[in-house]
């Protein structure tokens, strides 16, 4: 065997996978398939401090964009409101950076790392790749939503972000606007990075959503735009299996990341480290139960909010723009304080549960939601 681990896909579950893995000990090569780690950016990059506490990374200057103070939702009519986010410790980072910072410390830890190669094809224990044919006893799949283009296309939505300089761009504040015409299933956002800079995106089902986002910018005034990225995003939340035989799927590519937004740095980060650390057991042990921990760990930690959030979706999904317009009219400043002190940016669905609660005073909106709501809040 070459490594006793390849791992397909060299961001951050990756990344972290990886690092691991050489941490514990074995031989690991990681292979990415663009020219540079973290590039092209395709993230928000918006993240809790103690999600990527948790995931051990301490960021440097050059990782941290931005510190968010408060989030804006405004609904199709225009009628907002503002959650304080102090709490929450939510900052933006640089995802080029970032990548970077995780893949030097999976250097440091003994790690490989090989840019421009790309995975072509798994044998058993061989894989094809740009470079020539590579052997290792575990294949690891950390392909990011290409992987799962595959294998399912429904819970697919597309993006575009734009790297936006605007006067109108607030340095501390994240703003999303519903309309389920326009953004059907999904929002549009603004994401500060600098005065006056910021990641502006949409995403939806069925839409075009670079004619989406053009639309969106024009109305928001004078701007101009120097960086386009389009990139899939996935809400179908996990795949059944993360592990077959000796192939171990991670982040993106096992749908890992957060049904209701999309945001995946931290779960799919966790979902890479508890890999990691399951693969290296499995290595010492060869018991393919200690390959199976790794999908129970992230289970255990998962599960039940993703379920939830799910639930979240496919409720909001039945939302037309009048009932998301009846919904905004009905948040108190009482609720906005308990979710702002209380809420968490990693597990958001009982944040989520007191909006569409609500008082119980949409009457509309408790009809549609009936028990289904309730199931939300526990
Ligand atoms: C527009 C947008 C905005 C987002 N904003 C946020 C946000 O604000 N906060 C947040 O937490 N999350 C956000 N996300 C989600 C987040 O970016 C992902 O969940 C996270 O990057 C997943 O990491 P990953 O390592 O699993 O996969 P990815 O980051 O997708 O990485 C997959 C890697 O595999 C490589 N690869 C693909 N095919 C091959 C191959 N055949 N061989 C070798 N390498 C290959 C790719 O080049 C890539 O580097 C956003 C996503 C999008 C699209």
Redesign the pocket.
Known sequence: MDYEVIV????????LCAREIARLGHSVLV????HE?GTPE??????SISGIEELGVVPTRGTLDNKIRSASMISPAGKSFTLDARAQKVV?LD?RDFDKQIAHQAKNNGAEIRVR????EINGNELK?SEGVLKSHIIVD??????LIHKDREGILQ???YEVYADWIEKDRIEVYFDQEKYPGFFAWI?PTHADIA?V?V?GKGINAAVALENFLSQKGKHSVVRK?F???WTKGPIKNFVTKNIVT????AG???PT?????????L??IFAGRAISKYLESGNQSDLLGYQKAWSEKFDHEFQNMLLARKLLERFDNKAIDKMFESVTPQILEEISKEGTFDFHTVSLAKLLGVKGSVKAVQTILGSEFRRLLT
């Open positions: 397909a896909g060299g961001s951050v579950s990756g990344l292979i990415e398939e663009d780690i395709h993230c928000g990059g918006v993240v933006v995802r190669t790309s995975l072509k790749t950390a392909r990011g939503v290409t992987s993006s575009a972000q994401i990641k995106g995403a990225i990139a899939p995003i991670i982040g993106d590519a890992q990341s957060k937004t999309a945001g995946g740095i931290y779960s799919c980060g979902g890479g």
